[in-house]
């Protein structure tokens, strides 16, 4: 028998660290989300930031690239409620819509200062804030709703609009209009029958003439219509240039190699009106000559993704700004300059970057889901992060089982992905009936697993899975309709009940046979739940409304509830009382004696609570006491010491025996009580220092079965939250 002497660092929760400076910010490569983008006839771009105040302005067309950030219009900001659209207006200044709570409110840009628009007292304006807003070369100001376009006869005065073009069938829709001047104007409109019509119209006589009719599978968003009457619409068989008044048509060769038949993918018009581009094959061309020849320029088509364009602004072949969308909620910007090799990524040096739902493992690899999206890790404990994938496909589930096992699913699947290398590789696709709608680690290795059929339907049939190896294999439970349990709260109460409760439903239900049936938990009734936590000592705490009060509650009977707090955003329970809340209204606190008393933990966080409302979106305390918070569109920011008192381990306190020693199979570990609650990270490497196996302990008593590695000498490695504690040498026999 070989012994191990060990020194490590253990959590106690007696006593919360004192410091003046906390706080300290992850610098991370992670940038910020794109809200919107402008381009004025000048050059100049706008890049609003979401989540923030911010709006840049960007000269693209001179040599040397300067982000200028324009005043606030708002304070405090509080991106909750507030976000913004920009807008050129007709005399090419631009307009913030700053929206509050769902109402725009329009600021005009002068002098480097935003003014209101309009007079919010007067309730005869209104800013009437669509996606069809535009402007005609006189700067008059229209918006379309369903099949009619309105022209404001003063700007702003909703009781001042006009309407300047209506369609006789109200089942015809408009799908797009390009306003120019008062005689000469042109809407796309999508009729009942599945054909699109092109109507010239007057807003001074308020005459129209259809002068096209097709049955073309076009994109209506996607049609060009320039002043002089060239249409072209974008087809997935070739693009279809109209002239003379709808009256000649023809199908130009955009690409030589592909002959006049192809997929037109994008369609647009530079800011200028100077040029038509057209994109086919991943590839843009542009026309100077309304569509006679074509030229794909280099630097244009050099770097730009193949993600969703959700607006393009074109000063010419080597200027240009795209706003795209990566995922599902990844929105960034690019920019095309004549001094930079394709398109670049615009940065004017914020890091705005936002995330929920971080952990660690004891590996060291953080974890977190960006923009309430996809899960990204980071190796170097939040500087540099990498999109994780299992076969090429993001994950928007992940679950970390007590034993560093990770589970990965996606909304709508069946299929649960398994990782015991804490995310590098991905097997045991196991498929489950119907879509999996939660993955719950009830304790130890017993894992819960929800999944439904006809989930949309009037009667969906729930199915409850149990695995008790760590997600390894299943046992199906039951299969049920009723009741309908809610599967976005899952928690195991300690007495020996699975816990399902939701903010939406008052009804709390329990089962106490792993999911083989369900009644109605009495201890909860008539309550709101947003967080339900059971401590070890069978205690509980509630995050939610309670006798029409919002607040945390604590309970040691389940019949008193005792106010601990007000409303809270979030809540987390650490040990033996520890409980961290956070809220827009009162920060992030901390309390060590459940809530009987609290402090703050917001010491040098950057909040400047005039300027913006801070937002609290998730708090983790690793095992080795340093914490990390993650505010609103601000990024991650970790505590720079350990937040909770430790206590030094003497090193003959700690003992960690290896039998027998040469080994020819089984590998005996027995750990000290010291190992009771962590999570130590077993790694066998060979004399080269190649990782042979790993083993992830969490129990006083394992077994590593090494009877598949050669005979040899190895080296085996205890590691605890990513860091080496010891290593010891084992012969293979």
């Known amino acids: 028998m070989k012994s191990l002497i060990i020194s490590l660092f253990l959590l106690l929760n007696l006593k919360i660290c004192h410091s003046q400076d906390l706080w300290e910010r992850i610098t991370s490569t992670q940038t910020f989300l794109t809200e919107d983008i402008a381009m004025d006839s000048k050059g100049k771009v706008y890049i609003a930031v979401k989540g923030h105040n911010d709006i840049f302005e960007i000269n693209i067309v001179q040599n040397e690239i300067k982000y200028v950030r324009l005043p606030d219009v708002w304070q405090p900001y509080f991106a909750l409620i507030h976000s913004k659209k920009i807008w050129i207006n007709g005399d090419d200044s631009l307009v913030n819509y700053f929206i509050y709570g769902g109402v725009p409110l329009p600021y005009y840009l002068k002098n480097n200062s935003f003014y209101p628009a309009i007079d919010y007292s007067d309730t005869s304006l209104h800013p009437f804030v669509t996606t069809t807003e535009k402007f005609d070369r006189s700067g008059e100001y229209y918006f379309s709703a369903l099949n009619e376009i309105y022209k404001y006869k003063t700007l702003w005065e909703f009781n001042g609009i006009e309407r300047v073009f209506s369609l006789s069938n109200g089942e015809n829709l408009i799908a797009d209009y390009f306003p120019f001047t008062s005689e000469n104007n042109y809407a796309v409109v999508s009729n009942i029958d599945n054909t699109f019509s092109i109507y010239n119209y007057s807003t001074k006589t308020k005459k129209s003439e259809r002068i096209i009719n097709t049955n073309l599978n076009i994109e209506s968003s996607k049609v060009v219509i320039t ?13 279809y240039h109209y002239s003379d008044n709808g009256n000649s048509v023809d199908v130009p060769v955009i690409d030589a190699d592909e002959g006049p038949y192809t997929h037109i993918t994008d369609l647009r018009q530079s800011k200028r009106g100077d040029a038509v581009i057209a994109r086919t094959n991943g ?12 030229i794909k320029p280099i630097n244009f088509n050099i770097n730009f993704p193949s993600d969703h364009i959700v607006k393009m602004e074109i000063w010419d072949s080597l200027h240009a700004v795209a706003f795209l969308k990566y995922g599902c909620f990844e929105e960034q910007s690019l ?3 004549n001094n930079r090799v394709g398109w670049t990524a615009v940065n004017p ?6 995330l929920t739902k971080i952990f660690k493992t004891v590996s060291g690899r953080l974890f977190g889901l960006e923009n309430n999206c996809d899960y990204i890790y980071s190796d170097n404990d939040g500087i540099n992060w990498r999109s994780l994938k299992v076969q090429n496909n993001a994950i928007r589930n992940l679950l970390k089982v007590r034993n560093e096992n990770l589970l990965a699913w996606n909304p709508g699947d069946s299929i649960l992905n398994f990782s015991d290398d804490f995310g590098d590789t991905w097997d045991n696709k196991i498929i489950f009936e119907g879509e999996i709608q939660n993955v719950t680690n009830l304790f130890d290795l017993n894992v819960f697993l929800v999944s439904i059929t006809d989930s949309r339907g009037s009667s969906p049939k729930f199915h409850y899975y149990l695995s008790v190896d760590g997600g390894k294999s299943w046992v199906k439970q039951n299969s049920n309709s009723f009741p309908k349990i809610n599967t976005k709260g899952i928690v195991w109460d300690n007495g020996g009940s699975i816990i399902s409760y939701g903010s939406n439903s008052t009804n709390v239900y329990m089962s106490s046979d792993f999911g083989k049936s369900w009644k109605v938990d009495n201890r909860f009734l008539n309550m709101k739940i947003f967080d339900l936590i059971f401590t070890e000592d069978n205690s509980v705490l509630v ?13 040691r009977d389940y019949k008193l509830f005792e106010l601990l707090t007000g409303a809270s955003d979030g809540i987390k329970y650490l040990k033996n009382g520890l409980i961290v809340a956070y809220s827009v209204v009162d920060g992030i606190r901390i309390s060590n004696d459940f809530g009987k008393s609290w402090e703050s933990l917001s010491r040098n966080l950057p909040l400047n609570e005039k300027v913006r409302t801070t937002i609290y979106n998730d708090f983790y305390l690793n095992g080795d006491g340093i914490a990390y918070l993650s505010l609103g569109y601000d990024g991650l920011y970790k505590t720079k010491d350990a937040l909770v008192g430790i206590k030094k381990i003497a090193k003959d306190e700690l003992i960690v025996n290896l039998s027998p020693n040469p080994v020819e199979s089984l590998l005996n570990i027995e750990m000290g009580d010291e190992f009771k609650d962590l999570n130590v990270l077993c ?15 969490n129990f006083q008593n394992s077994i590593l079965n090494i009877s598949e590695i050669p005979k040899g000498v190895y080296f085996l490695e205890f ?8 290593s010891n040498r084992v012969v293979k026999i």
């Open 335 to 337: 920019l095309l300059t």
């Open 283 to 294: 590839k843009f061309y542009f026309s100077y000559d309304t569509g006679k020849t074509w």
């Open 349 to 354: 040096g914020i890091n705005y970057y936002e």
């Open 227 to 239: 002043e002089d009457g060239n249409i072209f619409l974008p087809t997935t068989n070739g693009l």
């Open 683 to 697: 790694i066998l490497k060979n004399l080269m220092g190649q990782t042979v196996l790993r083993y992830n302990m």
């Open 543 to 555: 995050n939610g409304v309670i006798d029409n009060i919002r607040g945390v509650f604590l309970s």
């Open 719 to 726: 590691q605890y939250m990513g860091k080496l504690i010891c």
